[in-house]
């Protein structure tokens, strides 16, 4: 079974940034496709970005465009996802999840929520100008 754990969320300044990162346990030995979306308070979860299996295809969404940077560390059982978010603004206060689909390698469809199968708790980040 697949579990999903972010940490690296907190209350920053406008302008700050900001490292998120997720654990993945669990699946297939060789890794899957890891993403995150957001949430805002009374909005829809969006798609932020994700990245497949190896590391070497990505895909970001519209918000944060041109301020995230999407990684991934793949050692032993454990599969690292992170998030670097720059030049934060208040704007981008969310939930932020981590998101996969055990099945899929590539990340192309992680980009839609009804293809997220495995969901972290999700970490607040809070950004206050």
């Known amino acids: 079974q697949v579990q999903l754990v972010e940490s690296g969320g907190g209350s920053v300044q406008a302008g700050d940034s900001l490292r998120l990162s997720c654990e993945a346990s669990?699946?297939?030995?060789?890794?899957?496709?890891l993403g995150w979306f957001r949430q805002v308070l009374g909005k829809e979860r969006e798609f932020v970005a994700a990245?497949?299996?190896?590391?070497?295809?990505?895909?970001?969404g519209d918000v944060l465009k041109g301020r995230v940077t999407i990684s991934r560390d793949n050692g032993n059982a454990k599969k690292t996802v992170h998030l670097q978010m720059n030049s934060l603004e208040p704007e981008d206060t969310a939930l932020y999840y981590c998101?996969?689909?055990?099945?899929?390698?590539?990340?192309?469809?992680?980009?839609?929520?009804?293809?997220?199968?495995?969901w972290g708790q999700g970490t607040l980040v809070t950004v206050s100008s």
């Open positions: 998101a996969a689909d055990p099945t899929s390698i590539g990340a192309a469809n992680l980009r839609y929520r009804d293809r997220i199968t495995v």
């Open positions: 669990g699946g297939r030995s060789d890794g899957y496709a």
């Open positions: 990245i497949s299996r190896q590391g070497g295809s990505f895909y970001y």
